[in-house]
C-alpha cells in the first residue's frame, strides 16, 4: 500500500510503502488524530515515520503504480 503524507510547511510529501492495509492505516491515522500525539507508520524496509499530528495536512492511500515505465494510455 502506498502512503504520501502531506505536511504543512514542506514543500515535499511524504511518500511511504507498506504491507499494511488501508483499513489499518486510516485506523492509525484517526487514532493519532484522536489522540493528538503523533501519527507513526513503518514501511516496507522497517524504517518508521514519525508526523506530529498538528502538522500533517493530507494523507492518501492507495496502491502504487509497480514497474511502469513510459507512456500510460
Do not use: C, W
Not at 502512503?3 to 511511504?16: D, F, M, P, S, T
Amino acid at each position: 500500500m502506498e502512503v504520501k503524507i502531506g505536511v504543512q510547511n514542506a514543500a515535499r510529501e511524504l511518500h511511504i510503502d507498506t504491507d499494511e492495509s488501508a483499513e489499518t492505516i486510516e485506523k492509525q491515522v484517526a487514532d493519532a488524530l484522536a489522540a493528538g500525539g503523533v501519527l507513526t507508520l513503518s514501511d516496507t524496509r522497517g524504517r518508521k515515520v514519525v508526523v506530529p499530528t498538528e502538522k500533517l495536512a493530507y494523507v492518501e492511500i492507495g496502491h502504487g503504480t509497480i514497474g511502469q515505465v513510459g507512456f500510460r494510455s
